[in-house]
Each structure stands twice: as structure tokens, then as C-alpha cells.
């Protein structure tokens, strides 16, 4: 009696999530940190580097940036054959690398997570200063959501937010932010004493998002984490304030559960969840 094969239904692909970045060395930030949230989060991360950097738990030894047309030919070989659900940018260092990638985003069918990185948690530049305006009039108008922390907002504003008048503070970063042309804006307060606690706006509808504070030094790639959450989020279909909850749950777990690596600042975790339920 021959026996009739069992035929299997194809497996689903899970959302695709694509982030524009640099690579840590160390894997705490960068396109390691934005992959190995987007695995932890149940997305396919995908990835177009726009840097080189030599980087540790001390801080970034050096940093060296592709080719323009490396980055483009990246991008065209991800998005024209597997396609993309959302997309999240990183580092790109220098105004020619911003206009290229937003040259790019500019014609993007997915939501877009832009994470202004200008200095990594060791306080190492990774943007050029001559590039802030280019992130401002070419990388912002093209953003769903942008996720400055306080330094960040400073420079892009000129809005320094105080802890005695944070949440005036953050609206006024908001509203500058939101003014040259993203969707929405989400304003990190975490460098703040005590509680995390960030604004997420498009200027009519305004959430506030709080966390305890854990008392963790190791912190290494919280940004990149929580906007790889996010790009996550948004691909997997919810609206922006959902998705920026989920994220924000996310990384505060990943930094309670942060580790010592190396001499100096070590990185959240991605795996925590696994690890609680495993």
C-alpha cells in the first residue's frame, strides 16, 4: 500500500524590516543592536551598512564610511526583490550619506523610523556637525517617526530640556521637530533623573510614556534598540502610539536585564525575553 505524502502548507514570512545603519563591533548598537531586536521582536531584519566602526565597551576607536554607491546598490538589492514593511536609519556620519538615504526613503511605501544618531553612548561623535542641517531639511521630512534622546533634540532645536521644566520642554522640542516635516516625534527623556519618562506627538495628539528608572549602568544601545522596536511595530501593522508602547516595554525590560561586557559600558539585552520564559 503506497502511502499518500503528507504535504506541508509553506511557512508565513514574518514582517521584513530593513535598517540603514552602522556596525558595532562590539554588538551592542548599531545594525547588530537593530538585528537582534528585530529577531526578538519576531520580524526578518535586513540590513544596509552605511559605516565601518572599530568599537568597544570603552568607546569608538575609529569609523570609516562605505561608498555612496555601496549604500544605493544595498538598498536596491533589499527593497527591489524581497521588499520591505518598514525601515529604520542609523549612523550615517556625513551630509552626502544623509541626502543619499534620504534620496532613497523619499520613494519608501513603508514607514520609516529615523533615529538622528550623532553620538554614540561613550559621548564619540558619529555625526558631522556639517551635517545636522541635511538631517533636518532632507532625513526628517521623510520620517514617520523620529526618535531624538535629549542631546540629540538639542541639536536639531536648539531646545535644552531641564529637569525642573521637562514636560514644557519636550513639547516645545516636539513642536520645532515636527515643523520640518515628520509625521511623528518622539522626544527621549531618558537621560532625565528620575523616572524614563518620553513624549510621543504629531502635534494634536499627545502620549507620555513612563517607565521606572533601573538602576543598570549598562546601557550601551538603547537607541537603536528602541527605534528597531518600533520599525518592528509599525511593520507588523500597528498605528505609531501603539507601536512606540511596545518599544518602549521592550528596552525597558532589555535594559533592566542589561550586562557588564568589556571594561567599560555594556549592552542591554536583547534575549531578556527569552531568557525569562526559556
Known amino acids: 500500500m503506497t502511502e499518500t505524502p503528507v504535504t506541508e502548507a509553506p511557512a508565513v514570512a514574518p514582517p521584513r524590516v530593513l535598517t540603514i545603519a552602522g556596525s558595532d563591533s562590539g554588538g551592542g548598537a548599531g545594525i547588530q543592536a537593530d538585528l537582534k531586536t528585530m529577531l526578538a521582536l519576531g520580524a526578518h531584519g535586513m540590513s544596509v551598512l552605511t559605516a565601518v566602526t572599530a568599537q568597544n565597551s570603552l568607546g569608538v576607536q575609529g569609523a570609516w564610511s562605505l561608498p555612496l554607491d555601496a549604500v544605493r546598490a544595498q538598498y536596491r538589492s533589499v527593497v527591489d526583490d524581497i521588499g520591505v514593511q518598514a525601515l529604520k536609519t542609523g549612523m550615517l556620519a556625513d551630509p552626502d550619506m544623509v541626502v543619499t538615504v534620504a534620496e532613497l526613503l523619499a520613494e519608501a511605501q513603508a514607514p520609516v523610523v529615523v533615529d538622528p544618531v550623532s553620538v554614540s553612548k561613550h559621548g564619540d561623535r558619529l555625526l558631522a556637525d556639517n551635517a545636522i542641517d541635511a538631517v533636518r531639511d532632507r532625513l526628517l521630512p521623510v520620517a514617520t517617526v523620529v526618535t531624538p534622546n535629549l542631546d540629540e533634540v538639542a541639536e536639531l532645536t536648539g531646545v535644552a530640556v531641564e529637569s525642573d521644566t521637562a514636560e514644557r520642554d519636550m513639547r516645545r522640542a516636539a513642536e520645532r521637530l515636527l515643523a520640518y516635516g515628520?509625521?511623528?516625534?518622539?522626544?527621549?527623556?531618558?537621560?532625565?533623573?528620575?523616572?524614563?519618562?518620553?513624549?510621543?506627538?504629531?502635534?494634536?495628539?499627545?502620549?507620555?510614556?513612563?517607565?521606572?528608572?533601573?538602576?543598570?549602568?549598562?546601557?550601551?544601545?538603547?537607541?537603536?534598540?528602541?527605534?528597531?522596536?518600533?520599525?518592528?511595530?509599525?511593520?507588523?501593522?500597528?498605528?505609531?502610539?501603539?507601536?512606540?508602547?511596545?518599544?518602549?516595554?521592550?528596552?525597558?525590560?532589555?535594559?533592566?536585564?542589561?550586562?557588564?561586557?568589556?571594561?567599560?559600558?555594556?549592552?542591554?539585552?536583547?534575549?531578556?525575553?527569552?531568557?525569562?520564559?526559556?
Open 182 to 278: 515628520p509625521r511623528w516625534a518622539l522626544i527621549k527623556g531618558g537621560h532625565l533623573p528620575g523616572e524614563a519618562v518620553d513624549l510621543l506627538t504629531d502635534g494634536a495628539d499627545e502620549h507620555w510614556l513612563r517607565s521606572p528608572r533601573h538602576n543598570n549602568a549598562h546601557t550601551h544601545g538603547t537607541g537603536c534598540t528602541l527605534a528597531s522596536a518600533v520599525a518592528v511595530g509599525l511593520a507588523q501593522g500597528h498605528g505609531v502610539p501603539e507601536a512606540v508602547r511596545r518599544a518602549k516595554e521592550y528596552v525597558t525590560g532589555a535594559i533592566a536585564a542589561g550586562f557588564a561586557l568589556g571594561a567599560g559600558i555594556g549592552p542591554v539585552d536583547h534575549g531578556w525575553r527569552s531568557r525569562e520564559t526559556g
